[in-house]
Each structure stands twice: as C-alpha cells, then as structure tokens.
C-alpha cells in the first residue's frame, strides 16, 4: 500500500498540504495518514478528500505515540512515498518571561518529534520517496524575543540538510520548508501571552496556500531548501553575507524601535 503520511494535518499548512497532494495525485496513492491531537478536525479534513484517509490522533509531544505510531506501520508495512513532518509551534517573549514548560514542549514538538517521526518512517520509504520538514526563516538567524523556536528550526534545518545529502543514495529527498509569516493559527498560539514584539513582521504575512504550493513544487524539484516570497530570500542571502553580530544588533534596534 502506497501512503502518504502528514504531520499537523489538522490546521494551517499541514492540512493544506493534504488538501493539495489530494487533487495531485490522481494515482499511485492509496491513503493518507493524517496526524495531529484534534480529532474531530482530522474527521472534518478526511471528509473532504477524494482519497482514503487513517487518523491517528496523538500527542507528539508523549513517547508513547510514537510507539503507537511504529506499531501501525509494522502490521500495515506500507511504503511511504512521502513524510510531511507540519506539527509544530512557538511561542514569543523572553526566554526569562515565558513559560518554561510551554519552551520545552517546543523542543519536544518541533525537534523530537520531528526527529522521531523521520526516524522510524524511514525504514519504509522507497527509493525515490521524499521528505518536507517545516523549518522557519527563523532558523537563518538567532532571534531576540523568539529565541527557543528559532533555535529549534536553525536544528531542523541543520538536521534535514544533513540527512538530505546522506540519503542521496537512496535518492530520497529532504525539503526544509522555510517560510517568512504565514497567516494559520500560529500566530493565535504564538502570542497567546501578548502580541510579539515584531509586530512589523505581519507586513510580511503570507496565505498558506501560497507557500505550500511552492514547498510542493520546490520538492517535487527535489531542491534541499523552499523559501516563499522575495522578502524572506533576502532575508536569507542577508543572514549568509552579513556577519551575525551586526544581525542580532540591528535586531536589538528594532525591537527598541517596535
Ligand atoms: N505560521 C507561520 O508563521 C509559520 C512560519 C514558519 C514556519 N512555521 C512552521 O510551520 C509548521 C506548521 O505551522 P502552521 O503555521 O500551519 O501552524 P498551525 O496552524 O498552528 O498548525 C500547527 C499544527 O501542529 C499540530 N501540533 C501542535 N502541537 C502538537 C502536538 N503536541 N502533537 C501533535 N500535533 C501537534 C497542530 O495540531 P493539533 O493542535 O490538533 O494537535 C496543528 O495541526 C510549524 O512547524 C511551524 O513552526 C509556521
């Protein structure tokens, strides 16, 4: 059985990563794995879908969905043409003003699990298969005000640039996703303690169907980095060229300015 397996497919680029890969592949696919806490909205999504879809709703923040989820694949055996790996969260403030169990739950969600999940689905992927890990255009640069979250993409970006060039020989591709704002539920959670002190970022807000679709194409292209919209490839080929020190204190400026 061919499947495609998604992360976070309840809301924002998760589920709409489904949405798209379900009028994309007219063939080859025979269901999806949809993962994320919210039941009800996987149901809501599976509804929708001109493919077959499993829900398995988990924690991925708790080992022991993971042990969950290894078990289904070693009774079902399927191949996997391809790991979406969406679920993730920040949170925004000071590292000393926030909650300290809501920062490590990112490292366990953003980084463990994303690791975990790679980790045990990659024993059934063929040849030719391919992975998208939704990194961050935070990962390019450490953030004041975001430092956790922008700590755990710069990992996930390092992680999957790395495992892309090891898995060359299996010819199965790694795509970080790393998206500038987009509008999803991220924000509401992200800012759940008060709005960010980079409200200018929301200049920058794109719509999720936009940077999926380009995350798509840019894996199909087998390309090891997807990066929507002009501003946030500057904003790239800026952290590359100018030494980090001056970065984090133009930084320091704005969020003076803000
Ligand atoms: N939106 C942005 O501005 C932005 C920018 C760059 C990168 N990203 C990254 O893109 C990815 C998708 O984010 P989004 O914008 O689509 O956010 P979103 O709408 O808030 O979706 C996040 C998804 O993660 C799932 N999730 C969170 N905690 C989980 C847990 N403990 N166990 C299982 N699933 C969990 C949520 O499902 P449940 O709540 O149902 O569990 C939800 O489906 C994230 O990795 C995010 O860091 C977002």
């Known amino acids: ?14 589920r709409e990563t489904v949405r ?10 025979d269901e999806f ?30 080992e022991a969905s993971f042990e969950k989820i290894k078990l289904e694949l070693e009774m079902i055996k399927p191949d996997v043409k391809m790991l979406v790996n969406a679920s993730g969260y920040g949170i925004t403030g000071d590292f000393t003003e926030s909650d300290l169990n809501k ?4 490292i366990k969600v953003n980084c463990f699990a994303l690791t975990y999940m790679t980790g045990i689905v990659l024993p059934y992927m063929p040849n030719g298969a391919r992975i998208i ?25 390092s992680f999957s640039e790395s495992l ?10 790694v795509t970080s996703v790393c998206p500038g704002p987009v509008d999803t539920e991220f924000f509401g959670i992200a800012e759940e303690n008060g709005s960010s002190d ?13 940077v999926v679709k380009q995350a798509l194409l ?29 970065m984090l204190k133009a930084m320091e400026k704005i969020k003076e300015w803000d």
Not at 103 to 106: D, E, N, P, R, T
Not at 136 to 155: D, E
Not at 198 to 210: I, L, N
């Open 33 to 62: 794995w949809l993962i994320a806490r919210r039941r009800e909205r996987l149901e809501e999504l599976a509804a929708t879908l001109d493919h077959k879809a499993h829900i398995i709703d988990c924690d991925l923040s708790e």
């Open 198 to 210: 980079f409200a200018f970022k929301k200049f920058f807000m794109a719509e999720e169907d936009k």
């Open 133 to 157: 890990q939704y990194a961050s255009s935070a990962a390019f640069l450490p953030q004041i005000g975001f430092s956790v979250y922008a700590a755990t993409k710069a990992y996930v970006l």
């Open 218 to 246: 840019d894996s199909y292209h087998r390309k090891p980095v997807s990066v929507y919209s002009l501003p946030m490839k500057a904003f790239r080929y800026l952290s590359m060229q100018v030494p980090e020190e001056i």
């Open 164 to 173: 892309n060039s090891e898995l060359k020989d299996r010819k199965i591709t």
């Open 1 to 14: 059985m061919n499947i495609i397996i998604v992360t976070g497919a309840s809301s924002g680029m998760g």
């Open 20 to 29: 798209q890969l379900d009028k994309i592949y007219t063939t080859g696919i």
């Open 103 to 106: 920062q490590l739950g990112m």
